[in-house]
């Protein structure tokens, strides 16, 4: 068990796989014995995992096996159906859809978009798809809505070229991002069909065999034209990561605030 002295000089426990899995156990009033039963595996080895045994790292299948064991006596919270995973190494949703994706976004949520109004914002998640969005947002990245992805609006939408004056730059950027997130992520297959649909296009063949990763914008500077009227003005892109019980590092939120005049 780690231990961390707290300014009382208590001795504190850091929590493990180990002892959340023994916590939830005895909560529901299973015995080791009855838990091991239920989930096809020894109770010697339940045993060692609640011990936290470095040689008995636990795999996706024995979490899920445990998780569900549980679940017959008292639902496991989201929370600690996370944090299990968390602690396990593991991802518990690893593969989830943009229509899962969706779903999880509260109605609080989706109300900070209207609330930010009449600034651009937008639900992303880390392929690029467009989750939910402000009308600010579909206005000001005219044909993005269609399109459902940054990606694919910036290499397969003309009219991306007319949005952003520096479009080679954003298309830049987007990409290096992508790879960013790709490199961060325990699952690189979840881009596989996004990579696909994009490999078609020159285009972002040529930036993405560039091979660079991004982990974030040197600069929130984005300038941007107005589809009507033709008149540019700049903003500032803000991007922050949204944690999720359900869906770990996988929803952004972005919002672009008007550019300091000394800047533009």
Request: proline share 4%; net charge negative.
């Amino acid at each position: 068990m780690h231990k961390k002295e707290s300014p009382a000089g208590d001795a504190l426990s850091l929590p493990t796989f180990g002892s959340v899995l023994r916590r939830l156990r005895d909560a529901r009033g299973i015995s080791r014995e009855r838990l091991a039963r239920s989930a096809h595996l020894s109770a010697s080895y339940v045993a060692h995992l609640e011990l936290d045994d470095r040689d008995r790292k636990p795999t996706r299948t024995v979490v899920e096996a445990l998780i569900g064991c549980l679940d017959e006596k008292d639902l496991v919270s989201d929370a600690d159906r996370r944090h299990l995973y968390d602690l396990a190494g593991l991802t518990g949703l690893d593969m989830p859809t943009v229509d899962d994706l969706r779903a999880s976004l509260s109605a609080g949520m989706r109300q900070s978009l209207i609330r930010h109004e009449p600034n651009p914002a937008a639900y992303l998640d880390t392929r690029s798809n467009v989750l939910a969005c402000n009308a600010a947002y579909g206005q000001t990245f005219t044909g993005i809505l269609d399109n459902g992805s940054i990606l694919r609006w910036v290499f397969a939408d003309e009219r991306s070229k007319h949005a952003l004056v520096e479009w080679e730059r954003e298309a830049y950027l987007t990409v290096s991002l992508v790879r960013g997130f790709i490199g961060r992520s325990d699952n690189p297959k979840w881009w596989a069909e996004t990579l696909e649909d994009l490999s078609r296009f020159p285009e972002f063949r040529r930036i993405w065999e560039a091979g660079d990763a991004g982990y974030g914008r040197e600069t929130p500077r984005m300038v941007l034209r107005d589809a009507e009227t033709g008149a540019t003005r700049t903003i500032d892109l803000q991007l922050f990561q949204v944690d999720s019980v359900e869906y770990h590092d996988r929803i952004l939120f972005v919002v672009g605030m008007p550019a300091d005049p000394v800047e533009e």
